[in-house]
């Protein structure tokens, strides 16, 4: 059993920045991707960024592109999202997430392990 642990959420003013990060701990695993997905009340959880076991290739949505950045450390099994220039659409429960592959998927039910989640709220 992986066993993923997020932290850096909290609450932020239109225009400033959070970072998110995600330790992984228990069953390893030869490679991995790792990505974060989003969920805002209402709606359906959705594909934020993910980056390759070996960190040299990133993938970001649409919105979120120019603004976020995903890097990972594999000596810490450790993701980050750092987060700049937030929108008030930003806000959400963000998620972290491990993929036993290698390559990079966008597909929530790719995604075997999921961390507990941790809010982010954006105010106008």
């Known amino acids: 059993q992986v066993q993923l642990v997020e932290s850096g959420g909290g609450l932020v003013q239109a225009g400033g920045s959070l970072r998110l990060s995600c330790a992984a701990s228990?069953?390893?695993?030869?490679?991995?991707?790792m990505g974060w997905f989003r969920q805002a009340p209402g709606k359906e959880r959705e594909f934020v960024s993910a980056?390759?076991?070996?960190?040299?290739?990133?993938y970001y949505a649409d919105s979120v592109k120019g603004r976020f950045t995903i890097s990972r450390d594999n000596g810490k099994n450790t993701v980050y999202l750092q987060m700049n220039s937030l929108k008030p659409e930003d806000t959400a429960v963000y998620y972290c997430?491990?993929?036993?592959?290698?390559?990079?998927?966008?597909?929530?039910?790719?995604?075997?392990?999921w961390g507990q989640g941790t809010q982010v709220t954006v105010s106008s």
């Open positions: 997430a491990v993929a036993p592959a290698v390559v990079i998927t966008t597909l929530t039910y790719e995604y075997d392990y």
């Open positions: 228990g069953r390893t695993f030869s490679s991995y991707a």
């Open positions: 980056v390759s076991w070996s960190g040299g290739s990133t």
